[in-house]
C-alpha cells in the first residue's frame, strides 16, 4: 500500500496555526502533532506537513478514545480503521482525524458522558444538524440512544441576495455575494450563524435568516457533480451554456474545455474556440455567485482531426525540460489570474510512452507552482486498470506520481466502448467504472478521484461495422422514428435499443439517461471517492437534473487535499 501524500505548506507573513488549521480544514492540535512542534509559536518560511483529513465524513479523537472503542462505536473493527487510516500501531492521540472506514455505520449509540456538542465535535459536524437528521426537540440524550450521524451539512440561500462575511456578525467585512439557489457546504455554527466553506474552499461566515439548512445521513447520495463546458460543436451539438446556467444548483464546478496548449509553442497557452475574454468571465461570475468552483481544461487535443502525431509532439515539448516545463506552469497562473479561476484542469491525451517520467516531472512543477500561489490542481487522465502496460494511450500516466501531484484526480472513464471497429456497448459500464476507479484507489487518497462519465452516446451500424456519436435527445428521436422498444441492461446499468434503418443496416443505440447517471453517482459514493464528471453539459437528459436535485447532496466548497 503506498505512503499517502503529505502536503507541505510554506508559513507565510500573517499567518497562524489557527488561520492555517482552518484554510486546510483541520485542527491545531494535528499540524502540532505530525510537526513535533511544542507550542504555538511559528515563524516565516518554516515548513510544515499539513495532516490529510476526509471531507466527507470523520471522526475527532477526544480524550479517552482508543481504536477499540472508535471500532465499537462506529461499528467497525480495530483492523478496518488502522486500514482506512494507514496506521501501523493502535497508537492515537487527541484530536486526531481519522477517516471512517467503507463499512462504519451510520448510527451512534450514546454513551455515558455523551452530549450533542461532543458528538458534533467527534464526527466534524454541528448539533443542529444531528438534531434535524434524528427529529430531535431537545438536546438531551440517554444512554443507549441510537442517532443517526450526519454525513454532510448544507445551507441554501434562499434571498435574491445574500452576503457572505469575514465573521459571525454583521459587523464583519462582506467577502462575497450569492445569489438565490447557492449552496454552501456548512461546518460550524455560532449563534445565528453558519460557518461555510466557498468555491475556493475560504471558510465564511452566512446569517440564518437567508438560507434554508439540511443535514443529510445515509440514505442521501454525496458527491460532487463537475460539468463539463463546450461551445456549440455543430448543428445538433449545442453549446454548454442554456444547461449550465439553468442547473447551477446540482453543480459543484465549472470545467470550461476552451483551451488548448499552442502547437507554435508548447509552453503557451491558446483559446480552443471562438469566444471573447468577457464572454468567459461573464461564466466565471455566474459560477462564482452560485458558489461554483470555475477552472479552463487545458488540453493537447484536436489540432487536426484524426492525427494524434501533432498532439503527441506538443507534449514531448512542453516536458522536455525544466525550463519548459516551468514557463508552462507560469502560464497557468497567468491563465487563472487573467479571468479568475480557481485553479485549472489539465487534460492531457496523446503522450509517447518514452515521455512518461517527463510527463510526471510536469504535473510535479505545475504542483510546486499552484501551491505556492494557493491554486486549485486539477487533472484528467486517461483510465486504467492495474500497473501493468496494456493501453498505449493510457500507459504513459502515473497515477501514484501523478496522483501526489494534484489536488484532484478525473479518471476519464469513456471510450469503454465506441471506439473506431468497437462492438456494440456504452461509452462507460458500471463494470469498468467500478475496476478503474478501485485500481486509481489504490494508487491514492479516495477523495481526490472523480468518476468522469458520458451523457452521451452511440449508434453502432452492426453491418458496416461503423458509429457515430448521439446525445440523449438524439437518440430518443432515433428511437421514436423507428418506434424502437428501449430496454435497460441491468449488467451495464444503461439503455439501449435497436432498430434497422431505410437501407436494411441493423443498428445497436447505446447512450445515457437518468437511471444511468444516477447509477454512476450510487457507485461514486460507495466507492468513498470525491464524484462524478459529466461529459458534457447541453448533451445529458434533462431529467438528471431532477434527480440530482432530489437525491444527491451536491458537495461545495472542495479543497485541495
Not at 450521524?149 to 454583521?170: F, H, Q, S
Not at 494534484?406 to 467500478?434: H, K, R
Not at 448533451?539 to 472542495?558: C, F, L, S, T, Y
Amino acid at each position: 500500500m503506498r505512503t499517502l501524500r503529505q502536503r507541505v505548506y510554506t508559513v507565510r507573513p500573517g499567518d497562524s496555526l489557527y488561520k492555517i488549521a482552518n484554510r486546510f480544514q483541520t485542527t491545531i492540535e494535528s499540524i502540532k502533532h505530525v510537526n513535533s512542534i511544542p507550542s504555538n509559536v511559528i515563524y516565516v518560511g518554516q515548513q510544515l506537513t499539513i495532516p490529510q483529513d476526509n471531507d466527507r465524513s470523520s471522526y475527532t479523537v477526544m480524550q479517552g478514545d482508543n481504536l477499540y472503542l472508535i471500532a465499537q462505536q462506529l461499528g467497525t473493527s480495530v483492523q478496518n480503521l488502522k486500514e482506512a487510516n494507514r496506521l501501523d500501531s493502535n497508537v492515537i492521540y487527541i484530536g486526531q482525524q481519522l477517516r471512517l472506514p467503507d463499512d462504519y455505520r451510520t448510527t451512534y449509540t450514546v454513551q455515558p458522558g455523551d452530549s450533542l456538542f461532543q458528538l458534533a465535535q467527534k464526527f466534524g459536524t454541528t448539533v443542529e444538524s444531528f438534531m434535524q437528521l434524528n427529529n430531535l426537540t431537545s438536546t438531551d440524550l440517554s444512554v443507549g440512544q441510537k442517532l443517526e450521524v450526519p454525513l454532510y451539512t448544507e445551507v441554501i440561500v434562499k434571498v435574491d441576495v445574500a452576503n457572505v462575511r469575514t465573521g459571525p456578525g454583521k459587523g464583519y467585512n462582506v467577502i462575497t455575494q450569492l445569489v438565490k439557489g447557492a449552496k454552501l457546504r456548512v461546518i460550524g455554527t455560532r449563534g445565528d450563524w453558519y460557518r461555510v466553506v466557498l468555491y475556493d474552499g475560504t471558510e465564511a461566515w452566512i446569517g440564518s435568516a437567508v438560507v434554508n439548512f439540511k443535514a443529510y445521513g445515509e440514505d442521501a447520495l454525496i458527491a460532487s457533480i463537475i460539468g463539463y463546458y463546450t461551445l456549440q460543436e455543430g448543428p445538433s451539438l449545442p453549446s454548454s451554456y442554456q444547461s449550465f446556467v439553468n442547473h447551477t444548483s446540482q453543480l459543484s464546478q465549472l470545467a470550461l474545455f476552451l483551451f488548448r496548449i499552442k502547437q507554435a509553442n508548447p509552453t503557451e497557452i491558446e483559446k480552443f474556440g471562438e469566444f471573447t475574454d468577457q464572454e468567459i468571465r461573464t461564466l466565471v461570475g455566474i459560477a462564482h455567485r452560485n458558489n461554483i468552483k470555475a477552472m479552463p481544461v487545458v488540453h493537447n487535443l484536436l489540432y487536426k482531426r484524426g492525427d494524434t502525431t501533432i498532439n503527441k509532439q506538443v507534449v514531448k515539448e512542453v516536458v522536455s525540460s525544466e525550463q519548459n516545463r516551468r514557463a508552462f506552469a507560469l502560464n497557468l497562473v497567468e491563465l487563472v489570474e487573467k479571468y479568475n479561476f480557481d485553479g485549472v484542469d489539465i487534460d492531457i491525451e496523446d503522450v509517447y510512452i518514452e515521455d512518461s517520467e517527463r510527463l510526471s516531472l510536469l504535473y510535479q512543477t505545475i504542483g510546486e507552482v499552484f501551491d505556492e500561489k494557493g491554486y486549485f490542481f486539477s487533472t484528467s487522465v486517461p483510465s486504467r486498470a492495474s500497473d501493468e502496460p496494456v493501453n498505449p494511450f493510457s500507459d504513459p500516466f502515473d497515477y501514484d506520481v501523478i496522483g501526489a501531484a494534484v489536488d484532484q484526480f478525473i479518471v476519464m472513464l469513456y471510450n469503454e466502448f465506441g471506439w473506431p471497429g468497437s462492438p456494440p456497448g456504452p461509452a462507460v459500464t458500471i463494470g469498468w467504472m467500478e475496476k478503474a476507479i478501485s485500481y486509481a484507489k489504490t494508487q491514492m487518497a479516495a477523495e481526490k478521484i472523480v468518476a468522469a462519465v458520458s451523457v452521451f452516446g452511440f449508434d453502432f451500424n452492426l453491418d458496416t461495422g461503423k458509429n457515430t456519436y448521439v446525445t440523449y435527445d438524439m437518440a430518443i428521436k432515433i428511437a421514436e422514428k423507428y418506434n424502437a422498444d428501449i430496454q435497460f441492461s441491468e449488467e451495464r446499468q444503461t439503455p439501449f435499443f435497436k432498430y434497422t434503418d431505410e437501407e436494411g443496416n441493423n443498428h445497436e443505440v447505446w447512450y445515457e439517461d437518468e437511471r444511468s447517471i444516477r447509477s454512476k453517482i450510487a457507485l461514486a459514493d460507495r466507492l468513498g471517492i470525491r464524484g462524478v464528471a459529466l461529459w458534457r453539459l447541453g448533451m445529458e437528459d434533462p431529467k438528471i437534473w431532477e434527480m440530482i436535485q432530489n437525491e444527491v447532496a451536491v458537495r461545495r466548497g472542495e479543497s485541495e487535499v
